[in-house]
């Protein structure tokens, strides 16, 4: 039996007996993410397609699965998903300009020892498929920064409705900043999990302080764990504000 | 203008001296990295003029169109004995990029100096590498900044408590290496503990709601490693592709155990904060709610963070490949047998953090009410 299939039967089963029918909706999203990036590999396979819009096209579907399949259409999820789309468009703006200067597109001459046999010369920019593979691994991250945001200014607004926007506003980066650290915690050591080999082999291999800090796959690491905690981190106001922002308004009208 | 007075005055002695010291050593660490070229022994030049010569249409073996372009450098040295002196270069770069950089005046490269130059000709080299370290340097302070700006004291905790475990990792890792004889799960395990007690007690400081989340971290984390290591054991592991990891200079089995153990921790842990800081928070606004009410809202909350939790860590693991899985593609690689070389091992990190993080939210639902029993029971 293959070993992917039975962990995903395990966390099916956990997810069914723990979230109930909630469960089975995020086992299903895990799935419709992973067609998300399939369909995505195809477009990008393309030579002549911009494979940052493609991402970003995307993304506004992983944030769509993420926040209206698993949870539902409503005013929280709608403002959650206008927060994640601008943080994403403001981050693709900054991760673009770093990666052009810091040259980490590519593989590593480290990376390439194996791949003898494969031509490089393929005709897809790979400048900017360095920038997709950046905001694809902050996505996930952002959307559930966003909804752990909205959500309980939501409620606040409910209960208090005369709060005013400037101190809903306050409550939400409040909330921000208590799950900034543990956002961020998950980032670095999923990143840390999955680099382990390479650190391994640095430190094998002795590599001066020197090489390491300007080797392009140590460099490229440490941008993508940067650049996805300035987006978790950015997120956080954006949120706040685009939630205050409608949720007072509309309240002004009736 | 006034009210950056009132703001100035506002702050308190701690914070002025704190600001100071970063805005230090923001301007020293800037000023260092654009002049640290003493410090390599290998001479770097900066680019001050290119110039493309030719460029050249080229389809490879699986008829991908690309152009090879040849470019003609000149730089100055900026180390070494010969510095100052103009160097000439020469760069291939194709439009695609993978293995190659196309150089503009501004870049800093390091570069082999040829030997064996008559005397009165100009020096010719070889580019090595890209010197990157000041771009690294400039994300860090603008990582550090936003958090700062977002999360004030939370943000610095926060990127302090990245800097510590860094260091504990890299010295975790010394230790693993000089000592061969310690098993590197070993090593992980008691780094592990290390890592969940200082971030939660760093995100959270020192209180009962901390104390529950380490238990449930830790418990969460290692019942995750027996179930998936099980499944490894039942399955003979058959559908992992291990020669898909890469830089391996050890027993491959074991940096992958271990890569998946600390990848999933801090999902983990932020799964048992949540869960003991709402349950807690339920308890401080209601002394008298009952088990049975904690239990529902407890996995109710959990129901809600399930979902975006596990795609945190699916997004993480699977967007690295995108390059590799594109480059074979282009190179005519089975759809199937690509998929299947190049994610196995990142999905199946992406499975195993996900039923940590499933398994934590009752773990952690328990050990929260077990404090808040002793708690009750102590009034």
Known sequence: MNVLVLLAAILFLLMTWIG???????????????????????????????????????????????????????????TAFLSTIITTVILVIFI???????????????????????????????????????????????TDAAMAISSPMREMHYHHPNISRKELFHFGLSIGRDILGTSTNTLFFAFFGGYLALLIWFKDLSYSLGAIVNSKIFSSEMITICCSAIGVTAVIPVTSWITAYFLVKNNEKS | MKSIKNLYQEMTFRHKLFYIILAFCFIGSLIFVHNNYSFYNSPIAEVIKTQTIETTEMVDQNNNEDALSTQQIIAVLKNGEEKGREIHLTNEFSQSKALDNKFEAGNELFIKIDEHIEA?????????????????????????????????KQGLLSVISLVVNAVI????????????????????????????????????????????????????????????????????????????????????????????????????????????????????????????ALIQSGMEIGKDIMGTMTNILFFAYVSG????????????????????LNLSLELARALAGGIGIVLTIPIGLYTTIFFVNRKRARQ
């Open chain 1, 20 to 78: 109930g029918k909630k469960g089975i909706r995020s086992f299903i999203a895990l799935f419709l993410n992973f067609g998300v990036i399939i369909v995505t590999l195809f477009f990008m396979n393309v030579p002549d397609m911009n494979s940052v819009i493609i991402t970003l096209i995307a993304c506004v579907a992983i944030s769509c699965i993420n926040l209206f399949f698993i949870n539902e259409v409503n005013r929280k999820t709608k």
């Open chain 1, 96 to 142: 673009t300009i770093i990666t052009y200067k810091a040259m980490i597109q590519g593989f590593g001459e480290e990376e390439t020892e194996e791949m003898g046999m494969f031509s490089f010369y393929i005709g897809i920019d790979f400048v900017k498929l360095a920038v997709s593979v950046i905001i694809m691994s902050t996505i996930g991250a952002i």
């Open chain 2, 120 to 152: 009165g000709a100009n020096l010719t080299g070889s580019i090595e590498g890209v010197k990157r370290d000041k771009y690294l340097v400039m994300i860090a302070w603008v990582f550090i900044f936003v958090l700062l700006a977002v999360g004030r």
């Open chain 2, 169 to 292: 990792l890299s010295f975790a890792l010394d230790l693993y290496i000089h000592n061969s004889d310690l098993s590197l799960i070993l090593i992980c395990s008691v780094g592990i503990v290390l890592f969940t007690v200082i971030s939660l007690l760093l995100v959270n400081g020192l209180n009962e709601k901390t104390y529950a989340a380490i238990i449930a971290t830790l418990l969460g984390t290692f019942s995750s490693l027996l179930i998936t290591y099980l499944a490894l054991l039942v399955t003979g592991e058959h559908g992992l592709r291990y020669e898909e990891l890469q830089f391996i200079t050890r027993p491959y089995k074991t940096v992958f155990m271990a890569g998946l153990f600390i990848g999933s921790l801090g999902a983990v842990m932020d799964v048992a904060i949540t869960m003991s800081s709402s349950i807690f928070g339920l308890y401080e606004k209601d002394n008298n709610i009952s088990v049975k």
């Open chain 2, 321 to 340: 490949s995108i390059p590799t899985l594109i480059l074979y593609f282009k190179n005519a690689s089975p759809f199937g047998y690509t998929l299947s």
